[in-house]
């Protein structure tokens, strides 16, 4: 599965801190299929409040829901909290 460096560097700095973290939804679907991924979604263990001490630049997008956006190299990447893994 091709993952662009930006991905890359996120998925090191939340398992780097300790928390479990999947690639997930359509970028999964889009590759196994044979496509480029448009865009990646991440789970993680790391709660909302975790992922926004790790990365500086983020926004609470759906904090409510666990989700937090973390921006890395001007690209959206949507990191969300997922209990039990």
Do not use: W
Not at 60 to 82: A, L, N, S
């Amino acid at each position: 599965m091709f993952v662009p460096e930006e991905i890359k560097r996120v998925i090191e700095a939340l398992q780097s801190n300790g928390y479990l973290t999947y690639l997930v939804g359509g970028c999964v679907r889009d590759s196994l299929i044979g496509s480029k991924p448009k865009d990646y979604d991440i789970a993680t263990s790391a709660t909302p409040e975790k992922v926004i001490e790790i990365f500086d630049k983020s926004i609470p997008t759906g904090i409510q829901h666990g989700t937090v956006t973390v921006i890395e190299d001007g690209e959206h990447i949507e990191v969300t909290f997922r209990k039990g893994i």
